[in-house]
């Protein structure tokens, strides 16, 4: 029997909030996370708690506990860099594949679409019109996956970057407030540019080296962003961070 579309959409909203929960760190690493206790807080039934549950351990932001149910998940800055660099070899792939498996220019026409959009945008933004160039970020990247043609390499990369600070735009807004912050975008746009033109021309290797390079500056930003923990707070899913002491 195939779930109504009520009850989809109730599961995916669920999902939604408990993820949000997490990344503005409503729970610390290590807490249990029990159904009953969301019933109320969410207000929906156990069914769709559960199923958002299973979901967020399959992503890797919960581990099922050794008694059962479920505990919040801690990441080690070297856990960190490692999803940024899975991103990279996922995302270099997928810009070779759109290279060489794009049926003409005007198969880019949206990748450009979001490239110079993102292009109207600058460093000092104010927060509403950044939080565009995020969402505009994201598409880009996303774009990037669809021309791949790939379900495959699609299904493992929305994996990758469900874990923290893995996405495109994880740490963008608060690396807007780092020094060389506006370096870093530069370069950033210079790479969104590079990557159209090589996916355009075909030049799946250049293709692939640019976009695994401009993954690189996740955790550039990041860094910076370590570097001056009072900026952590604009970060989300800093709180699932196991950060060393400060000495």
Do not use: C
Request: no cysteine; hydrophobic share 45%.
């Amino acid at each position: 029997m195939v779930p109504g579309s009520e009850f989809v959409s109730q599961t995916g909203r669920t999902l939604l909030n408990l993820r949000e929960m997490l990344l503005r760190g409503d729970f610390n690493p290590g807490d249990r996370i029990s159904e009953l206790p969301l019933v109320a807080r969410l207000g929906v039934s156990r069914t769709p708690i559960r199923l958002a549950l299973d979901r967020l351990a399959h992503e890797g932001l919960l581990e099922v506990a050794p008694a059962g149910g479920f505990v919040v998940r801690g990441f080690t800055v070297a856990d960190i860099w490692d999803a940024i660099e899975m991103r990279g070899v996922l995302e270099g792939t997928a810009a070779r594949l759109a290279a060489e498996r794009h049926n003409g220019a005007s198969e880019l026409a949206a990748l450009r679409q979001y490239r110079d959009a993102m292009e109207a945008h600058s460093i000092s933004s104010n927060i509403d019109t950044f939080a565009q160039y995020m969402d505009l970020n994201e598409a880009f990247h996303a774009e990037i996956v669809t021309l791949s043609r790939s379900p495959l390499l699609r299904k493992t990369l929305d994996r990758v970057i469900a874990l923290p600070f893995a996405a495109p735009s994880a740490v963008v807004f608060a690396n807007a407030r780092v020094p060389n912050a506006a370096h870093n975008f530069a370069v950033g746009q210079e790479h969104h540019h590079a990557i159209v033109e090589a996916i355009d021309q075909r030049h799946g290797a250049r293709a692939e080296a640019l976009a695994r390079e401009h993954s690189r500056l996740s955790r550039r930003n990041l860094e910076a962003v370590l570097a001056d923990r009072s900026l952590l707070s604009q970060v989300p899913g800093a709180s699932l961070i196991k950060l060393p002491a400060v000495v």
